[in-house]
């Protein structure tokens, strides 16, 4: 696994026209460090000052990747508010995909990853996931709903894009071959490594729709210029309840700290001024949580 500038640069095409807006650090509450948090970090960190949180490239409006170290979003201002209240610097890496992101936890060569990402009890056999964010999965269409995609059975025949190794590419791909089972016109399932490439498929008529997170494709929708709109809102689209959050590696000692650090932003009200700041108040967690899924 290798950090890839390509990332950034396929990023930066998509994201063109979808500029993230200027929201500086700064109109976020300064925490205070917490000296009893900071002993409680793993030697390691605590000797060399700081860790690094690996993301898997631009994902509104929770991550855009600027550079291979730098990232703005609501997941930064978590970051970084946190980094105050432990006492060492989070510094940021991008890799290509979800997959690269979990093997790189895995390995041991990043420390962490801010996410939001899934919680599943698949992935909890080699990650814990500290809870923060409670999401929904809906499609991104192209103005007018031109297939009438209002959910995911209705979904067959259409060109639909997602992100390579996220949940959303595993329940379209179960429903392209239900499509087939019942006889119906087949779902082509196209993979991307990001979320704005995806959505540059949509916008270039190469996809129909992009399944995914319904902050980011609000984001994306926001965005387009009246080009797209959101489709299969309030429907279940394959998925229970679904949390999503920063991930460690199994029974990392990091994990309890991060919760505590994340426990202290809600009992604060920083966590609603970040996540409100990014239009996320529908996506806010009552508390942080570790491995919330049961599914």
Not at 101 to 124: C, K, T, W
Request: aromatic residues 8%; charged residues 20%.
């Amino acid at each position: 696994m290798t950090i890839r500038a390509s990332i950034l640069g396929a990023a930066a095409l998509a994201t063109a026209g979808l500029a993230a807006p200027v929201l500086a650090q700064d109109d976020v509450p300064q925490q205070t460090l917490n000296e009893e948090l900071h002993a409680q970090l793993p030697e390691n960190i605590r000797e060399k000052g700081y860790m690094t949180a690996v993301n898997s490239g631009s994902f509104p409006p929770y991550d855009f990747v600027e550079s291979s170290t730098v990232v703005t979003g609501a997941s930064a201002d978590i970051a970084h508010a946190l980094s105050e209240i432990l006492g060492v610097e989070i510094r940021h890496a991008s890799v290509a995909g979800l997959p690269a992101l979990l093997s790189g936890i895995g390995s041991n060569r990043f420390e962490f990853a801010m996410g939001p990402v899934g919680d599943f009890q698949s992935r909890q056999e080699a990650n814990d996931f500290v809870d923060w964010v409670q999401e929904f999965v809906v499609f991104a269409v192209q103005s007018g709903n031109p297939l009438g995609i209002e959910g995911l059975d209705t979904a067959c025949g259409a060109r639909v894009a997602v992100q390579a190794g996220g949940s959303a590419e595993r329940v379209i791909t179960e429903q392209a071959q239900k499509c087939v089972d019942e006889g119906r016109e087949p779902i082509e399932v196209q993979s991307y490594a990001d979320q704005p490439t995806s959505i540059l498929a949509v916008r270039s008529d190469r996809a129909d729709a992009f399944f995914s997170s319904q902050a980011p494709l609000t984001y994306f929708v926001q965005q387009s210029d009246g080009q797209l709109e959101l489709a299969g809102v309030g429907k279940s689209n394959g998925f229970q309840d679904l949390y999503q959050g920063a991930v460690v590696s199994k029974d990392s000692p990091l994990g309890p700290v991060l919760l505590a650090g994340l426990q202290e932003l809600h009992e604060n009200g920083t966590y609603e001024a970040i996540m409100t700041k990014w239009g996320l108040e529908n996506n806010m967690l009552a508390e942080p949580g570790i491995n919330l899924s049961t599914w």
